[in-house]
């Protein structure tokens, strides 16, 4: 199964005051037309695909139009990140899901999961919108959860890993040891990493959040980077899209 890995678009991002709705627009054409070049069975969107958590009228626009035609090109599976408000990104998500476009639902306790299948087997695909410890507590009372780490793991538990499929981890969290850039948001109040033994067991972790491609932990854990450069740290980045086969 080929996959697309897309992070951090950012939509309705400004630079110094400078409006990225242009380049934004552009940027989306490109990865349009990539898309029905490399025909992936699905598009992962990791997060961040607004800019702020209420974005512009002008950034729905544009996400409203990009996410109806590549829903014509492939499966698309998309979850919020910190930037994004995931109430407002999830709202006609059980309508959507009905055009191809799968979205993660709010945290409830659970992590929504479809299951797909192709010549090799099942591929089951989990959406893990972005988390904070104290979104976790709440669903997990009599546990001890004390860090970003801790929540993943809690919030990962009820997932079955069946040695039969694959599995692959859509999310947005800060794995230790990756590096980060200057135009990524800091959490207020201590350290957000997240240990990359946490993702034990997935055959590929799809992340956003940071804004330069890496591996973090390892080779089936992957950051894709931002397609545009938002920062004078990114200058140097190569910017593209990531594609995977499993």
Known sequence: MKLMHLSDLHLGKRVNGFSMIADQRHMLEQILALTAEEKPDGALLCGDIYDKTVPSAEAVTLLDGFLSRLAELCEVFLISGNHDSAERLAFGGRLMTAAGVHVSPVYDGTVKTVIRSDGSGAVHIHLLPFLKPVQVRRFFPEETVENYTDAVRFALSGIKLDDGARHVLVTHQLVTGALRCDSEELSIGGSENVDAQAFDGFDYVALGHLHGPQRAG?????YCG???????????????VTFVEL
């Open 218 to 222: 390892g080779d089936h854990i992957r």
């Open 226 to 240: 931002t397609p545009l450069k938002y920062s004078f740290s990114e200058a140097d980045h190569h910017k593209s």
